[in-house]
T-cell receptor, first 115, second 110 residues
Framework: GAGVSQSPSNKVTEKGKDVELRCDPISGHTALYWYRQSLGQGLEFLIY????????KSGLPSDRFSAERTGGSVSTLTIQRTQQEDSAVYLCASSQKAQNTGELFFGEGSRLTVL | TQLLEQSPQFLSIQEGENLTVYCNSS?????LQWYRQEPGEGPVLLVT?????EVKKLKRLTFQFGDARKDSSLHITAAQPGDTGLYLC??????????FGKGTRLSVIA
C-alpha cells in the first residue's frame, strides 16, 4: 500500500484478555517503530526494529508487552493480560532507515480500550 | 523524565491571529523535527532542522532552531482553521529513536 496500515483501527477488550495489533509498513522501509499515545499525552516510544538487527525494546513498559516483525515487513504488537492503563492509541511508524534526520511515516493508529 | 518541554500545552485563538509555540530541552539535539497530528490520524512531518540558528519557512509557518540546538520555535502567521491540530516536536540524538514532547494542542476558531 501507499502508506502505513494498522489494524484493527479500534479494539475494545476486557481486562485480562490478550490483544494483537498489526502494522504493515511502507514497502522498502527497513525501520519500524511502535509508539503509544495516551489521552492528552505525547508519543511514548515502545520498540523499534531496524533491518535484521536485534530490536530496541527499551521502551516496553512491562513484560506483558512484546512485538515481532516477520520477514522484515509486517509487525505485531502483543499485549498480554491487558490492564485498564493499557488503554491508548498505539501508533506504528516506518522509515527508510534509522537515519539521524529520517522522516517517520505514521499509520492512523489502533485505539485500544480496556474495560 | 520529560526530555522535551512544549509550551503552551493548549492554545485557542481566532482566525487571523499570529502565534508561537515552543520546544525546549536541557540537552543538545542532533536534529529536531516538528509534526502535526489531526484527530484520528497519525502525526505528519512538517520540517526537520539540523543546524543551530537555522530558520525554515513552510508557507505561513516559520520554524527556528536555537543557536545552541537545545530549543526550537514554531510561528504561525494569520492562523487558519485548517491549522488546528496537535503540534509535536521530536528530537533525535545519535541512533536512538525519536523522542517526542507532549505537544501543543492548537484550536483556531473561525
Amino acid at each position: 500500500g501507499a502508506g502505513v496500515s494498522q489494524s484493527p483501527s479500534n479494539k475494545v477488550t476486557e481486562k485480562g484478555k490478550d490483544v494483537e495489533l498489526r502494522c504493515d509498513p511502507i514497502s522498502g522501509h527497513t525501520a519500524l517503530y511502535w509508539y503509544r499515545q495516551s489521552l492528552g499525552q505525547g508519543l511514548e516510544f515502545l520498540i523499534y526494529f531496524q533491518g535484521n538487527s536485534a530490536p530496541d525494546k527499551s521502551g516496553l513498559p512491562s513484560d506483558r508487552f512484546s512485538a515481532e516483525r516477520t520477514g522484515g515487513s509486517v509487525s505485531t504488537l502483543t499485549i498480554q493480560r491487558t490492564q485498564q492503563e493499557d488503554s491508548a492509541v498505539y501508533l506504528c511508524a516506518s522509515s527508510q532507515k534509522a537515519q539521524n534526520t529520517g522522516e517517520l511515516f505514521f499509520g492512523e493508529g489502533s485505539r485500544l480500550t480496556v474495560l | 523524565t520529560q526530555l522535551l518541554e512544549q509550551s503552551p500545552q493548549f492554545l485557542s485563538i481566532q482566525e487571523g491571529e499570529n502565534l508561537t509555540v515552543y520546544c525546549n530541552s536541557s540537552s543538545v539535539f542532533s536534529s529536531l523535527q516538528w509534526y502535526r497530528q489531526e484527530p484520528g490520524e497519525g502525526p505528519v512531518l512538517l520540517v526537520t532542522v539540523v543546524t543551530g540558528g537555522e530558520v525554515k519557512k513552510l508557507k505561513r509557518l516559520t520554524f527556528q532552531f536555537g543557536d545552541a540546538r537545545k530549543d526550537s520555535s514554531l510561528h504561525i502567521t494569520a492562523a487558519q482553521p485548517g491549522d488546528t491540530g496537535l503540534y509535536l516536536c521530536a528530537r533525535k540524538r545519535g541512533n536512538t529513536p525519536l523522542v517526542f514532547g507532549k505537544g501543543t494542542r492548537l484550536s483556531v476558531i473561525a
